[in-house]
């Protein structure tokens, strides 16, 4: 069950890592790129944005997947879930949970699209917010103030 004071919890594949993230969300996003598109075998990644001191590892020992740059990207070293991503930014460290990550994952659509000049043609989310690559720095605290705004 999942305690949205507390946190929700989530896990890779196996079951070997798992995590708690504790509120609040500060995004949701859908990226396009073709690293997140290859990544996941997949049109796009989900994620829900979370400062970096919300987030718990419970268990496992998640390694550094992708191309192993900034972003760092973490996966399961057994099954090979991309679990989480890391940022570090301007503005603070954040982490990136991929959302079909969580136990329960939320069944809301993202608020924010990022690297739309990637997509693929066919696809149309028609989230609130989308960029033709990544906001720039000065426009996260906007768009995390409003996803909070709508989400309470």
């Not at 924010?112 to 996260?140: N, R, S």
Request: with cysteine; proline share 7%; glycine share 8%.
């Amino acid at each position: 069950m999942q305690d949205m004071k507390h946190g929700k919890l989530g896990g890779c594949r196996c079951g070997q890592v798992r995590f708690q993230a504790k509120p609040p969300v500060l995004l949701t996003m859908a990226c396009h790129c073709k690293g997140c598109q290859r990544m996941t075998a997949s049109a796009f990644s989900l994620s829900e944005m979370y400062a970096g001191a919300n987030f718990e590892l419970l268990s496992g020992n998640p390694v550094q997947g992708g191309m192993k740059a900034s972003p760092v990207h973490y996966v399961c070293p057994e099954c090979s879930s991309w679990v989480y991503t890391k940022v570090s930014s301007t503005i603070g460290d954040f982490i990136n949970v991929r959302a079909t990550m969580f136990d329960a994952p939320d069944q809301s659509p993202p608020f924010l699209e990022t690297c739309t000049a990637e997509k693929l043609d066919w696809v149309e989310i028609g989230a609130p917010h989308a960029y033709e690559k990544f906001p720039p720095h000065e426009k996260f605290s906007g768009l995390i103030q409003e996803f909070m705004a709508r989400s309470t």
